[in-house]
């Protein structure tokens, strides 16, 4: 790659990525709709720009594989028949895209053998090649002509009045067959030439009317001091001008001249130039706001430090200040947070093809259904959710929906469906997938843990049919009878547990056999600024997320009652065990008080509530979690650590870990 083409290699990364996804997603919806035109036009839209930006940045094996699937993209709009094995080879030709993208980023130039590939694509395309009955001239060549180019009184006179060494050149740009957008491509050619000269007219005009009415050419009337291939190169460099034709031109030329049939091809693959006044959004790397949140975060708890120095002074012009400054830094928080929130979908519509390709191979019929594609979470949530919903997903597919046959037999349609949906619970995210298939037989469970070893026929036999399906969430633990690509239900199933347990989630699960079932992880929206509870035991302070509290009461010592060895309290007339913070995490604690500060809290599950007992609650801040040293991640119950306005470090509990535990032995 040349030094010129290396500072745009970034932009063609980020562009070819999204490109590879937009083929990638249009061909799942093809593959069930043949006759979906706006997916084709996707199709070959991204396609044929993929393929002219990777010529244009000297990856010819990108750009040769890119313009074989380009052909049979074409043959497909002309009427050609889609099918489950072509969508296989052009899936294949995506992952191919995809190693080959990676590679360009890691600076390796290993090539793709695209030969396998065009060989297969170029049965397709013979298959799905059928005869244009008008006779149209292909793409490359020039078809009709453009509108007829009247100057007026002004614009003569202007073309008399060159100064030296002005030229004036009528610019003639065709614009490529798929050009959806033909009204702004033709606009960012006007952006780019008068940078180098003075547009005196256009064919036609862009503005009212007829905008909307530029078909294949546009025509430009240019004056300039730059040269014709300069103005040439400064047309060719927008994305979708498929050819350009520069000549001279004066008044004295006939004012409806046809443009000759040969115009000069230009190809599309120069990298596009971005247009300043219409450009939204800037590109920025993670590592960037990850450092804005620190920052903001340090900023908080010095602000919080200084709420405290300024409470009792009696200056009204310092705590003016001191309350312009917490405003301020409240707002800047708010859009550090929100500049980080990413869309869901960015790892949900990685699963359609996953189901896809995984269903084919078990040769199972699966409909997988996604809602809540725009709810948002921090991307730091986002980025390590992805692997345990993969977990989640494979197991639906492998373990859970049942073949063609066993769902015949069970009464079922014969096409399993997989939901996936996120949905917004209080200041949580909740996604949930569930299927409709098998469901998972807590015996089976129970027979396979005791012949691993994970528990003795005596402790299961104490055990729920609840407790029972959950042991699926222990290392190793699994009912499948054989190891596949995919295994059964407990292969990896540890891994989600563990995974959303360091976000400071939790995870459910429902099951029922012959019926299907659901798993639900319960996710805090961020993970770098949460409300907390500062709560006091034993003379230390300890910080607990108030995502997790659901109400703080005031509980008297008589009103404790002791049920089957635990003790007990009733809130809003439902019976809830009570635990004692000190006694959780094993230090010792004072006598109990005359009255108790009770936090009505979960763990893995919000409809099972505990009452947790503290000395007191101290005060309720915002906080910002740092995660615990490599020689502490070890250490369970706690999610991270925080540092006080008053530079106090306290420890993050993650509640979820302590109540379960406890739950489990009040269980058996």
């Known amino acids: 790659m040349s030094l010129d083409m290396e500072q745009y290699k970034e932009e063609f990364i980020e562009e070819a990525r999204e490109h590879i996804e937009t083929i990638t997603q249009s061909l799942l919806i093809l593959e069930k709709q043949p006759k979906n035109t706006e997916a084709l036009n996707n199709i070959f839209r991204s396609a044929h720009t993929l393929k002219g930006s990777s010529g244009m940045m000297g ?58 590939f065009v060989e297969r694509l ?23 002509e453009a509108g007829a180019l009247r100057l007026g009184k002004k614009e003569k006179q202007r073309l008399k009045k060159l100064e030296s060494g002005e030229e004036c050149f009528l610019v003639v740009v065709r614009f490529s067959d798929d050009c959806a957008f033909k009204p702004l491509r033709a606009n960012m050619v006007l952006e780019n030439l008068v940078k180098k000269g003075e547009v005196v007219k256009t064919a036609p005009v862009l503005k009212g009317a007829g905008a909307d009415s530029i078909g294949s050419e546009f025509k430009i009337v240019f004056v300039t001091k730059s040269g014709k291939k300069e103005v040439e190169e400064c047309v060719s460099s927008v994305c979708e001008v498929d050819a350009v034709k520069v000549e001279g031109f004066g008044v004295d030329f006939s004012e409806t001249r046809k443009v000759a049939s040969k115009v000069k091809s230009a190809s599309s693959s120069v990298e596009p130039v971005v247009d300043a006044k219409t450009s939204q959004t800037v590109r920025v790397h993670f590592e960037q706001l990850d450092e804005l949140m620190n920052l903001t975060g340090e900023l908080v708890i010095n602000k919080i430090a200084l709420l405290q120095t300024t409470s009792e002074l009696k200056n009204d012009g310092i705590r003016r200040l001191t309350r312009n400054i917490d405003r301020l830094t409240t707002d800047l928080q708010d859009l550090a947070m929100q500049i980080r929130m990413v869309p869901v979908s960015q790892v949900f519509d990685r699963f359609p093809r996953l189901v896809r390709d995984l269903a084919r191979k078990k040769g199972k019929k699966i409909n997988l259904i996604i809602k809540g594609r725009d709810i948002e979470v ?61 469901g998972i037989d807590s015996e089976k469970v129970k027979a396979s843990a ?83 509870l500062l709560v006091k035991d034993s003379d230390q302070v300890f910080a607990i997320p108030t995502s997790t509290v ?18 007990a309290i009733v809130v809003r007339g439902r019976v809830l065990p009570l635990l004692h913070l000190h006694e959780l995490i094993n230090i010792e604690g004072d ?21 947790l007992a503290v000395d007191c609650v101290v005060d309720q801040q915002e906080i910002m979690i740092k995660p615990l040293a490599e020689t502490m991640v070890t250490v369970k119950g706690y999610s991270g650590f925080t540092i006080l306005g008053n530079g106090r470090v306290i420890p993050v509990l993650d509640l979820s870990h302590f109540i379960n535990n406890q739950k489990n032995k009040t269980q058996q």
């Open 59 to 116: 990856f010819k094996d990108l750009s040769d594989l890119a313009h074989s699937m380009e052909d049979v993209f074409d043959g497909l709009r002309k009427g050609g028949k889609v099918s489950s094995d072509l969508i296989d080879v052009l899936l294949e030709c995506i992952d191919a895209l995809t190693v080959r993208i990676e590679s360009v980023q890691n600076g390796g130039d290993e090539q793709i053998e695209i030969e396998q």
């Open 122 to 144: 170029h049965e397709f395309s013979k298959k799905t090649q059928s005869v244009d009955k008008k006779g149209k001239v292909s793409s490359n060549g020039v078809r009709g």
């Open 378 to 438: 921090d991307r730091t949530v986002l980025d390590e959710i992805g692997q345990p919903l993969i977990h989640i997903i494979r197991n639906s597919v492998d373990h859970g929906i049942e073949s063609p046959e066993q769902r015949k037999s069970a009464g079922k349609d014969l096409t399993g469906t997989i939901k996936l949906v996120a949905r917004r619970q209080g200041e949580h995210v909740v996604i949930e997938v569930s299927d409709d298939g098998a």
């Open 450 to 532: 005791i012949k691993k070893g994970f528990l003795s026929e005596d402790d299961a036999k104490k055990m729920s049919s609840e407790q029972l399906t959950n042991l699926i969430f222990l290392p190793g633990m699994s009912t499948s009878k054989t190891i596949t690509e995919t295994s059964g239900r407990g292969v990896g199933m540890d891994v989600v547990k563990t995974k959303t347990a360091a976000l400071g989630g939790s995870v459910n699960m429902e099951t029922h056999v012959g019926s299907g079932t659901k798993i639900c992880l319960r996710l805090p929206p961020t993970l770098a600024i949460v409300t907390s």
């Open 550 to 567: 659901s109400e703080i009461v005031r509980v008297y010592k008589e009103n404790v009652k002791e049920l089957g060895g635990f003790r």
């Open 591 to 611: 006598k109990e008080a005359n009255h108790l500060e009770v936090l009505v809290t979960h763990g893995s599950n919000e409809d099972k509530k505990v009452g």
